[in-house]
């Protein structure tokens, strides 16, 4: 069994800032690629910001210069630093790690943090 439990999330102004949190725990062999994906109402669910193993990270446009994401191997955490924010960040925020353990490889999903961008 794995789990993914994310945290962090709140409500806050524009402009303000926001720090998500995201940790595995359970039957872990290796952990590849973490990220942070996020899905807006009557939105698809769309990524945020990716992580690999050695520490490379992609982003969506949207979030460049704004979002930076990062990782601790050793907890198995992954986390995403939201700076300037704006109303069009507004979404409910999921972690997603692809996994390795004794079933093999597969994605598992966190259950989301709400974030909400208001004045």
């Known amino acids: 069994q794995v789990q993914v439990v994310e945290s962090g999330g709140g409500l806050v102004q524009p402009g303000g800032s926001l720090r998500l949190s995201c940790a595995a725990s359970?039957?872990?062999?290796?952990?590849?690629?973490m990220g942070w994906y996020r899905q807006a109402p009557g939105h698809q669910r769309e990524l945020v910001a990716v992580i690999s193993s050695g520490g490379t990270t992609n982003y969506a446009d949207s979030v460049k210069g704004r979002f930076t994401i990062s990782r601790d191997s050793a907890k198995n955490a992954v986390y995403l630093q939201m700076n300037s924010l704006k109303y069009e960040d507004t979404a409910v925020y999921y972690c997603?790690?692809?996994?390795?353990?004794?079933?093999?490889?597969?994605?598992?999903w966190g259950q989301g943090t709400q974030v909400t961008v208001s004045s």
């Open positions: 359970g039957s872990i062999f290796k952990i590849n690629l």
């Open positions: 997603k790690s692809d996994i390795n353990n004794w079933n093999g490889r597969r994605d598992y």
